[in-house]
């Protein structure tokens, strides 16, 4: 698997991943109906990524947290590929989103909004050292039903030695 900035030229290969996520509505909160031009820019203003081996296996992006006082920590958003699932994907996604984040000179990453039904990306946030340090109940609503959404934080000053 290698592991490579997004490039023009990207945005159906991008496209293909977001569209079955976005359009489940179970672990992103925006609008499942979204269009794919608003998509994939919401996608590709951040620092954008892609994994492939040969095929594309999954994407995610990189960004400040929030602007001004709030852009020593970075937050960011991962999709892996339908039928890359449990392969490890997100994983080393994950890994090289720390390494790179550290060396674009961020503190911390910050998960703002984790669906706490998606219990999969939990459970590898927490082996990657991530704590929730937040929790808001019912703050996400899918076919019907309310689901907490987590705050989960992790410190990257470990990420900078390694680097």
């Not at 996400?140 to 039903?145: E, Q």
């Amino acid at each position: 698997m290698t592991i490579r900035p997004a490039r023009p030229g990207d945005e159906e290969m991008i496209w293909a991943m977001l569209e079955p996520v976005f359009r489940a509505g179970e672990t992103y909160a925006v609008d499942p109906a979204i269009r794919r031009e608003d998509a994939l820019a919401y996608w590709l203003a951040a620092e954008a990524f892609i994994a492939e081996g040969p095929d594309p296996l999954g994407t995610f992006y990189i960004q400040p947290n929030r602007p001004g006082g709030g852009a020593h920590y970075c937050n960011c958003g991962f999709v892996t590929a339908p039928g890359a699932e449990r392969r490890g994907v997100a994983r080393a996604m994950l890994a090289h989103a720390l390494r790179t984040a550290a060396q674009m000179g961020y503190d911390g990453m910050v998960f703002n909004f984790v669906v706490a039904t998606n219990t999969r990306a939990i459970a590898l946030w927490e082996r990657a050292g991530f704590t929730t340090v937040g929790r808001v109940p019912g703050a996400f609503r899918a076919g019907g039903r309310d689901a907490d959404a987590l705050v989960m934080f992790r410190s990257l000053s470990d990420q900078a030695s390694a680097s």
